[in-house]
C-alpha cells in the first residue's frame, strides 16, 4: 500500500494527517476476516482479566462494535485483530497505528477490541509454555493500567500505545511480579545501547551481541520496592525460560530510571536508587526528557513551565532543567539470579 492509501485511510477514520504514516503496518490488510469479538453480554470475563473497570469498561460497552459502526473503525478493529496473528512469536517492533488524535472514540479503542478478541488465544499460548496463570494475569492487567493512563493524560477513554500492548499479545513481553520482561537479545537498538562489536572479543560469553537475554520494564503498580523486584528478579529466569525455551541469564534495562543524575536529587535509600545500583551502565545512552516528562508528569512533551513540583524527585526534574541539563535514558545490565 502506498502513501496514497494511507492518507485516505487516515482521513476516513478521522486521524491528524501527521498519523498516516503510524497506519503502514496494518493498510496491507485490505479485507481483513472480521474479529473474533463476543457480545458485549459475555464479555465480562475478559474485561475483568484486562483490568478494565469503572469509567473505561462502561464506555467500552457502550460503545461495543455493532452495526452502527463506521466501516472504517469496523476495518481498522479487524486489521489490528490481524496484526496480532500475524505477528505471534516474531520478535522486534512492529508499528503500530496511532490514534491518538482520532475524535470517535470507537476509532480510538479499535485495538482494543482486537486485543480484547485475542485473549482466549494469548490464554492458551501461555499456559500451554508452561507460563504461570499469575503471570498471564499480571501481563493482561497492563491493558487496563494503560486504558486507565489514556484518561488521565487525555480525558478520555482511548489507547495511546496500542504498539506497547501489541508486544504483550505476540509473546513478547511477561510481567513477574513487580517487573516486566521482553525476551530480546544483547545489541543496540532505538534507545538501546550495548557494547561496540571491538569490545566483543573481552566480554564474557554472556554478554556478547546477540545472546539471550530480557529488557526489563518497570509498570506503574506502586512503589519500587527492592524486596519485591528481588523476588521478580529471581522468578524471571524460568518464566523467560518457559517463554522462550531457553535459558536466559542477562537482563538490560533501558530507562531514566538508570540515569545517575538522580543521585544528586534522591535519597541514597529511595527505591529508585536502590534499582539503580543493581545494573552495570553502559555508555552516555539516549536523550530522555520526554521520558521523564511521560513517566513523572504524565505528559507527551517537555513542559516545564505548564507543571508543579511536589515531589523530591519532580524538584529534581526540573532543577535539572533549569540549569541547562538534560535527562539520558541509560542502558544498563544485570546477571538474573
Ligand atoms: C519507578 C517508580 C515506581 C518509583 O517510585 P518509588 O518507589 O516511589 O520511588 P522512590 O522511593 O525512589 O521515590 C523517591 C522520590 O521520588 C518521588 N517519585 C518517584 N516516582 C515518581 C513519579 N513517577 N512521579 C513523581 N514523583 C515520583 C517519590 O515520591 C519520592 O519523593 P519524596 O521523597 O518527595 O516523597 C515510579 O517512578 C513509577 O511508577 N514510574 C512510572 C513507571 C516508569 O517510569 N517506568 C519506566 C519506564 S522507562
Redesign the pocket.
Known amino acids: 500500500m502506498g502513501r496514497m492509501d494511507r492518507s485516505l485511510t487516515a482521513s476516513a477514520l478521522g486521524l491528524d494527517p501527521a498519523a498516516a504514516s503510524s497506519l503502514s503496518t496494518v493498510v496491507g490488510f485490505a479485507e481483513p476476516p472480521p474479529a473474533p469479538l463476543g457480545p458485549a453480554s459475555e464479555a465480562g470475563p475478559v474485561l475483568d482479566l484486562l483490568g478494565l473497570d469503572g469509567a473505561d469498561r462502561a464506555d467500552l460497552l457502550a460503545l461495543w462494535p455493532d452495526e452502527g459502526w463506521p466501516r472504517a473503525a469496523r476495518w481498522l478493529l479487524d486489521a489490528c485483530y490481524a496484526r496480532v496473528v500475524a505477528d505471534v512469536g516474531r520478535p522486534g517492533w512492529v508499528d503500530w497505528p496511532d490514534l491518538v488524535s482520532a475524535a470517535d472514540a470507537r476509532v480510538r479503542c479499535a485495538p482494543v477490541y482486537a486485543f480484547v478478541a485475542a485473549t482466549p488465544a494469548l490464554v492458551e499460548r501461555h499456559a500451554r509454555l508452561g507460563v504461570g496463570r499469575d503471570v498471564t494475569e499480571a501481563t493482561l492487567a497492563d491493558v487496563g493500567r494503560h486504558v486507565a493512563k489514556n484518561r488521565d493524560m487525555f480525558g478520555h477513554v482511548g489507547l495511546e500505545l496500542p504498539v506497547w500492548i501489541a508486544l504483550h499479545y505476540r509473546g513478547s513481553l511477561f510481567e513477574a511480579g513487580r517487573l516486566q520482561y521482553e525476551p530480546s537479545r544483547l545489541g543496540p537498538g532505538g534507545a538501546v545501547t550495548w557494547y561496540g562489536a571491538d569490545a566483543g572479543q573481552g566480554l564474557p560469553e554472556e554478554l556478547r551481541e546477540g545472546r539471550p537475554s530480557a529488557r526489563l ?9 527492592p524486596v519485591a523486584v528481588e523476588e521478580s528478579l529471581k522468578r524471571g529466569r524460568a518464566v523467560l525460560a518457559a517463554a522462550t525455551g531457553g535459558d536466559v541469564p542477562v537482563a538490560t534495562c ?4 538508570l540515569d545517575p543524575q538522580l543521585k544528586r536529587y ?2 541514597p535509600g ?4 536502590a ?1 539503580q545500583d543493581r545494573f552495570t551502565l553502559l555508555d552516555e545512552g539516549a536523550p530522555g526528557d520526554e ?1 521523564v516528562f511521560r ?3 504524565r505528559r507527551t512533551r517537555v513542559v516545564p513551565d505548564e507543571v508543579r513540583a ?5 524538584r529534581g526534574v526540573l532543577d535539572l532543567l533549569g540549569r541547562g541539563g538534560h535527562w539520558r ?1 541509560r542502558t544498563g545490565w544485570l546477571r538474573l539470579p
Open positions: 520494564h518497570i509498570p506503574e503498580t506502586g512503589p519500587l520496592d533501558t530507562s531514566w530510571l534522591l535519597d529511595s527505591n529508585i536508587i534499582f521520558d513517566f513523572v508528569f511536589t515531589t523530591r524527585l519532580e535514558a
